[in-house]
Structures are given as structure tokens and as C-alpha cells.
């Protein structure tokens, strides 16, 4: 099975600055290896490759968040989750263990929906490690639209290192 992509260009919203320049990158299929530990390493070993540090695990906040000083890449390493990008009007997307997505800086996500069991890898660009959580609020929105435009770009695609991905979608 090959990967998938899929883009979404998630605008302003009003509250959730989302970004109209960096589309969502969605990876179909990441990663082959089975559902739990293995695909845990496997997604923490592809994204320390790539220059996508500090990783966690865990799951995904089920309110309304996102990051203005940082991209952030979630790899699904167990169970399945409705997870809405872009703020409350955002489309809702179903991830399975295997897929992951690129969220740009800026753009909102929440866990709309979750299945028990689910095992969540995510990491940051390089240099973007010290990433921040924004809500949506007025000040925090005024804040991050000042934040958001001075985001670097990754050196290299999270999944499929630099020739690939959202290397070539987000230039």
C-alpha cells in the first residue's frame, strides 16, 4: 500500500487564525507497521530522521487549540479518531492508526471523537520545539496573527524526508 496525501486550506475563521498560505497535509497510510508499540517507534524514529523533534505521546486535547510558534505533526500509532481542523465550522477527519498529518502553525484542531486506545505521536520542527497552545480567544488570536508569519518552514517533510511531501506543497 502506498501513501496518500491529501491537502486542506483551512482560511481565518474569525477566531482561529488557521493558515491561508500552508495547507493541512494528511498521510494516508504513513507508516505500515502494525497498531502499538512498534508503530509508536517507528513514527518516533521517522520524525527524529526528518528534523522533527522533542516527541510526545499521548492523545489529542479535545478543545479548540493550536500553535503559533510552531508546525506540529500527529502520527496515529493506535485506534482511530474524528479529529476537526480549522475551528468549530473545520472539516471533521477520521485518522486511523497509520495515517498522520501536518498541521501548519496557526491552524486549529481538536479530538472531536476518539475511539479508546488511541496512541498519538507528535513532534515539532526543528528549532520549534518550544511550542506554544493558543485558545481561541481575541487576545491570543492578535497575538498569534503577529507569531504565525515568522514560523520557519521545515527542512524536511516529517514522513517522507526532504524530497517529498509537504516540502514541495508548503514551498
Known amino acids: 500500500m502506498t501513501i496518500r496525501i491529501e491537502t486542506y486550506r483551512l482560511e481565518d475563521d474569525g477566531t482561529i487564525p488557521n493558515n491561508g498560505n500552508l495547507p493541512l497535509v494528511l498521510y494516508r ?55 476537526q481542523f480549522g475551528g468549530p465550522a473545520g472539516p471533521v477527519l477520521t485518522l486511523a492508526a497509520g495515517d498522520a498529518v501536518a498541521i501548519p502553525a496557526g491552524v486549529g484542531h481538536r479530538r472531536h471523537d476518539g475511539a479508546p486506545g488511541l496512541v498519538v505521536v ?30 520557519a518552514l521545515p527542512a524536511m517533510d516529517p514522513i517522507a524526508g526532504e524530497a517529498a511531501g509537504l516540502v514541495m506543497i508548503w514551498r
Open 122 to 151: 507528535g513532534a515539532y520542527p526543528r528549532g520549534q520545539e518550544d511550542w506554544d497552545l493558543k485558545r481561541a480567544t481575541a487576545v491570543e488570536r492578535a497575538q498569534a496573527l503577529t507569531e504565525i508569519p515568522r514560523v
Open 29 to 83: 497510510s504513513a507508516i505500515m507497521t502494525a497498531p502499538g508499540p512498534e508503530a509508536e517507534r517507528t513514527f518516533k524514529r521517522l520524525f527524529e530522521e526528518h528534523g522533527w523533534c522533542g516527541a510526545w505521546v499521548d492523545g489529542i486535547y479535545p478543545f479548540h487549540h493550536y500553535h503559533a510558534r510552531s508546525h506540529e505533526v500527529l502520527g496515529i500509532a493506535a485506534g482511530t479518531a474524528e479529529v
